[in-house]
């Protein structure tokens, strides 16, 4: 039964309030009765569709739902079987369902008593009306959380792009769809919950606390929280890359991780596939979660980007070393024009001055295997004019060796974080 | 592999001759653009740029286009070993592509112009300003993907270029470092410096854009330290729609894009993977290895062009 967790509740027609068994009954009653247009009798599938026929073919205006009962008449509301029926009506059905089983059991109850006992009875409802209430107002306020979180982070992630890693399980095409499902669909699943299940009521406690951690928590570190709860996902969407791309970053993967794991069971296969996913084609992060926490904290001290400047392609900035600077012609170059842009280049023009080099610059030269004396090779065939003869002039820099520190250059320990692009 | 006649400074592209595995195209930041003959192992032919040689392109199995940092564009008859200069730009040609959809070539370069060139006279045939410096492009059909600084991404069409057909933002964070069209033209594959790899589609309708989506790949975690790294080249096998990536870390991984998986992983290379090149039958992947100043001048492995045979266990979806 893959849809129990959103409607446990046999289907019913919102406009008049009748129970059917089946929801294509359902849907044929709708289609008869509410949604038939009265001057052609054609039968659309909504309540937009059919003021939308009647205004496109008959050029009439309908404003209610034809056989509706009063307040349930409203001809916008697209409504189509059980899907469409707002959060408030399903609760109320629900109360007034579980109202009408109370009462009946109480009437049995009561069958031998006499008629005075009538009046009790409708005390009683109300009564039972109240507690029966109550629990689902207490599961509320932790689904709305929680599913107002994936809410936001849905959102934010596309906006946000993929920074993180969106492969969802093969069986699931659609990553971002995958978020928004958990939204509306959390709640009514919630309430499904309680009976019986202690330890994952309490959970949801934790849930709206871990997205919020990625989500409210600096804009800056959710970015790489985001990435970070979905990579939790693409971990098996690459199989063979597991191990090599567990790479998470920092304290965000650990708390994602919880969400996923109480959701599991309850997840239906049209939302969070990435949930799912991750609980069906690895059976590792449920299993793995607590451990997770103490592993993945420690593991990952820094995260190093082994590309020396954002704002330049590698290109660029080699091509800004002298010894190509010097080759590309040019009328009255400047070499400070040449190699001005961004802050941390420049090596160009600055050869004398090199001692001040910001660290991710190389001021050394290192001669490197007959570079210099490349270029004047090969020069037959060759149109365009002559080489000029920089190529032989080869030690151009002075040996500089100011040797830079032992780790490698370029290298700004918390690249991940924030700002620059974020 | 390349043996003495290799390149004596970093590779900056490899291409395959369009109608032979056997040739390949070798551009160079020695200034030289080279035809190798790979099952011989041996160096064909050698031309000069005056600058580093950013790219270069086969127009046909007897034509070489190149261009670098002396913003020149040259074609070289691979027959009477003749260079001509095309035409120039006002800035180092960063990429050169044949369409042959549309039998034109197309060079972008960091004058933030994309240019398209008739082959046969040859001759300019426009001149298309981008919104920043071109970092990298792809032909898809008769379609054109740049890419460039600032993570814009540029859709156009070949045969109408008086608009641009598409402006996309990359869908990942840091600077864009290669994009390649799928061989079966529906979408581009994007790959950016820190170590990411987004799968994108052309269709701009909403089903086909929820498909799209991004994976982490080439980092390496040791000592508590994750280690990003470029993915600086991408290829397509011509026949499977599985793709190659390369990366400053030294490895070469596949990849089959539709059921997200990766197919496998080469051993490490000496130093980062700068080109790759699938053979246009799929029967060999060109890996041009090539230190690429990621951390600055530092000694570093001989530059080397590592010639694979691939087999369809590696390549193929499974």
Not at chain 1, 23 to 42: G, N, P, T, V, W
Request: net charge positive; aromatic share 8%.
């Amino acid at each position: 039964m893959g849809r129990k967790k959103k409607k446990q509740l046999k289907p019913w027609c919102w406009y008049c309030n009748r129970d059917f068994d089946d929801e294509k009954i359902l849907i044929q009653h709708q289609k008869a009765k509410h949604f038939k247009c009265h001057i052609c009798h054609k039968k659309l599938y909504t309540g937009p569709g059919l003021a939308i026929h009647c205004m496109q073919v008959h050029k009439e205006t309908i404003d209610a739902v034809p056989n509706a009962i009063p307040g349930r008449t409203d001809i916008e509301l697209e409504i189509y079987g059980m899907e469409g029926i707002p959060e408030k009506d399903i609760q109320d059905r629900r109360r007034v369902l579980e109202q009408k089983s109370q009462e009946s059991q109480k009437k049995k109850q009561d069958q031998d008593d006499s008629d005075e006992d009538d009046d009790d009875d409708e005390a009683g409802p109300s009564s039972f009306q109240q507690p029966a209430s109550q629990p689902q107002a207490a599961y509320m306020p932790p689904m709305t959380q929680a599913g107002m979180h994936p809410g936001p982070q849905a959102q934010g992630m596309p906006r946000a792009g993929y920074a993180g890693v969106h492969v969802n399980s093969l069986k699931y095409m659609m990553p971002m769809r995958g978020m928004m499902p958990p939204g509306p669909a959390m709640p009514p699943m919630m309430p499904g919950m309680p009976p019986g299940m202690p330890p994952h009521v309490a959970r949801p406690g934790m849930p709206p606390m871990a997205p919020a951690a990625p989500i409210t928590a600096p804009r800056m570190a959710s970015r790489p929280a985001v990435p970070a709860t979905q990579s939790a996902a693409s971990k098996p969407l690459f199989p063979s890359a597991v191990q090599a791309q567990q790479t998470v970053l920092g304290l965000s993967s650990t708390t994602s991780d919880s969400p996923k794991v109480t959701f599991p069971a309850y997840t239906q296969p049209s939302s969070t596939p990435s949930v799912a996913a991750s609980s069906s084609t690895v059976a590792k992060p449920p299993a793995t979660v607590t451990s997770k926490p103490a592993i993945l904290t420690t593991l990952i001290a820094a995260i190093v980007l082994l590309h020396p400047d954002e704002d330049i392609s590698l290109e660029e900035r080699r091509a800004q070393l002298p010894r190509y600077q010097r080759l590309i012609p040019r009328p009255g170059q400047t070499a400070a024009a040449a190699a001005s842009a961004p802050p941390s280049g420049a090596v160009g023009g600055m050869i004398p001055s090199q001692q001040v080099i910001p660290p991710q610059q190389p001021g050394m030269r290192h001669p490197i295997h007959g570079q210099y004396g490349g270029p004047p090779q090969g020069m037959p065939g060759y149109m365009g004019g002559g080489m000029p003869p920089y190529g032989q002039s080869a030690p151009m820099v002075p040996p500089y060796q100011s040797g830079p520190p032992g780790p490698p250059m370029g290298i700004r320990p918390p690249v991940m974080s924030p700002g620059s692009r974020y | 592999n390349t043996g003495d006649n290799g390149p004596e400074d970093s590779v900056s592209a490899v291409k395959f001759s369009p109608s032979s595995a056997q040739f390949l195209l070798v551009s160079s930041w020695d200034c030289t653009v080279r035809l190798f003959d790979v099952s011989a192992n041996s160096m064909r032919m050698k031309y000069q740029h005056l600058a580093p040689v950013l790219d270069c392109a086969f127009y046909d199995p007897t034509h070489a286009w190149s261009g670098g940092l002396d913003s020149q564009l040259k074609t070289h008859d691979l027959n009477t070993d003749q260079d001509t200069i095309v035409g120039t730009h006002d800035a180092p040609i960063r990429c050169v592509e044949y369409c042959p959809e549309v039998n034109v070539m197309v060079t972008g370069s960091w004058d933030m112009s994309v240019r398209l060139w008739d082959p046969r006279t040859p001759c300019n045939a426009g001149t298309f300003t981008q919104p920043e410096k071109v970092y990298t492009l792809s032909v898809a059909g008769d379609r054109l993907i740049v890419g460039t600084a600032g993570r814009r991404v540029l859709v156009w069409d070949l045969r109408n270029m008086g608009y641009v057909q598409q402006r996309r933002e990359s869908s990942l964070k840091y600077q864009t470092r290669c994009i390649r069209a799928f061989t079966n033209k529906q979408g581009y594959v994007l790959s950016s410096i820190e170590g990411r790899v987004a799968v994108e589609y052309l269709d701009p309708s909403l089903e086909v854009q929820k498909k799209k989506y991004a994976f982490k790949c080439h980092r390496l975690k040791e000592n508590g330290i994750e280690q990003v790294f470029p993915v600086n080249a991408i290829s397509f096998h011509s026949v499977h729609n599985t793709f190659a990536t390369g990366g400053s870390d030294g490895f070469v991984n596949i990849w089959d894009p539709f059921n997200k998986k990766r197919l496998c992983q080469f051993h490490r290379y000496p130093t980062s993977v700068a080109s790759l090149a699938f053979s246009t039958d799929g029967s060999l992947l060109a890996i041009a290895c090539s230190y690429m100043q990621e951390q600055g001048d530092v000694s570093h492995p001989a530059d080397a062009v590592f010639i694979r045979q691939v087999t369809d266990a590696e390549t193929k979806p499974k």
